[in-house]
């Protein structure tokens, strides 16, 4: 079992890429557990995982202990080292966010390594394992571990061990777990210290598991950029010639290749003319409505609920723009704005949380695409109200009709 460590793991997303609002928005899940897979991993023993260089030229050799899992106050931890170690140099305290850190100072180099093996022991059962510094050309590499191999946790311990000794000096790897059900899922972590001093090789992407065809993947802080979908170098996610969503048409021109937010073929609605009289003198006859309902909303009210819904909040996710709004200028839609929205097209919970945030220009872009391709409620209740079907399907092209 290792503490917590201060260190935050890669994002999934690589390179300088622009953070969308939807994945801004949702909510965090919970922290995965992190599972060490060090060999001296002991029941009840705490790694202390410090990632320093300690000492100074003219100082004895260090150790990090880290007791940010223990409740003792600091004056009673302190006490503690001084009875299991009295022939100490000193003791340096360190402050690392939230981290107890305490850099313990040993002359006698049996009793340092002594101090290595067996730590702090404490009443209750458990030992605090300290870390050696680190050297002064030690550069520490945060790894991401995903589509490992579903296999025992020895064969795990040692597979990832082998794969990864090329690249650096480990100096801790495990496994993440789920966080409500404990599942290992394939995702697993690594910390790498590469030295300059060390001719080792350049961590990649994908690295072959020892003596099979398998392979996982590998992501960091500073990997060069690469796609998380086909995984391949040189373009993220977002460009990537084979994503599923690069065959995806767009709603404003119907052509595919790009979303309705960055079109350049903007479809415009047709103004219904002041010198025609918008509604006829009379209902239209049966032949009439037949004709309307081919291309009207009406053939919409045999459509499932829940298909709607898809259908509107696909048109939403491919039109909001790429990132926030951060204007402070900007106006936010108004009251008539939303009630109009939610009263015409059926939509998620989750597309109605992403309209609140849009500005009054997107918002009336994002009314006028709807109206053009979206899937309307409005028709049903306008038809118990008794509206004539012609004045019904003119709410797709007059989008001033209910003010």
């Not at 000794?165 to 404990?182: A, E, N, T, V, W």
């Not at 990537?240 to 595919?256: A, E, K, Y």
């Not at 006829?280 to 309307?292: E, F, I, K, R, V």
């Not at 909040?313 to 790429?322: A, G, L, T």
Request: glycine share 4%.
């Amino acid at each position: 079992m290792s503490s917590p460590n201060a260190t935050v793991l890669p994002d999934k997303e690589t390179g300088t890429q622009p953070t969308s609002y939807a994945r801004a928005a949702r909510v965090r899940r919970p922290t995965a557990i992190r599972e060490s897979l060090t060999s001296n991993a002991l029941d009840k023993t705490t790694h202390s995982n410090v990632w320093k260089v300690g000492g100074s030229p003219a100082s004895f050799p260090s150790l990090f202990f880290d007791f940010t899992s223990r409740n003792e106050n600091r004056t009673t931890l302190l006490r503690h080292i001084t009875e299991s170690y009295p022939d100490n140099c000193g003791a340096r305290l360190h402050s690392d966010h939230s981290r107890r850190i305490v850099e313990l100072f040993i002359d006698d180099s049996s009793l340092y390594e002594k101090a290595c093996k067996h730590g702090l022991q404490f009443s209750d059962g458990s030992r605090i394992i300290p870390t050696r510094p680190l050297a002064e050309d030690s550069r520490i590499i945060n790894i991401r571990l995903s589509k490992l191999p579903f296999t025992s946790r020895e064969k795990l311990a040692h597979g990832i061990q082998q794969a990864l000794l090329p690249f650096g000096k480990i100096q801790d790897y495990g496994i993440l777990r789920d966080h409500d059900s404990h599942l290992f899922m394939g995702h697993g972590y690594a910390t790498l210290d590469v030295s300059a001093s060390i001719d080792f090789l350049p961590l990649t992407h994908t690295i072959a598991w020892p003596n099979s065809a398998d392979f996982f993947y590998a992501t960091w802080a500073e990997m060069p950029l690469h796609c998380l979908h086909c995984h391949r170098s040189g373009h993220s996610i977002s460009s990537c010639p084979s994503h599923p969503s690069r065959n995806r048409l767009c709603w404003s021109c119907g052509q595919p290749g790009h979303r309705a937010a960055k079109c350049s073929n903007h479809r415009t609605l047709t103004p219904t003319s002041n010198n025609k009289s918008p509604l006829p003198p009379s209902p239209p006859s049966p032949t009439l409505s037949s004709a309307y309902s081919h291309n009207s909303d009406v053939s919409m009210l045999s459509d499932d609920l829940s298909n709607r819904e898809a259908h509107n909040d696909q048109i939403i996710v491919d039109f909001i723009p790429p990132q926030p709004n951060t204007d402070p200028n900007a106006k936010p839609i108004t009251a008539s704005q939303r009630r109009l929205l939610n009263q015409l097209f059926p939509i998620s919970d989750e597309a109605r949380a992403i309209t609140e945030s849009l500005t009054s220009v997107s918002y009336n872009k994002l009314y006028a695409a709807l109206l053009q391709n979206g899937k309307s409620s409005a028709t049903r209740s306008l038809l118990h109200r008794g509206v004539p079907l012609l004045r019904v399907t003119m709410i797709r092209f007059d989008p001033f009709f209910l003010n």
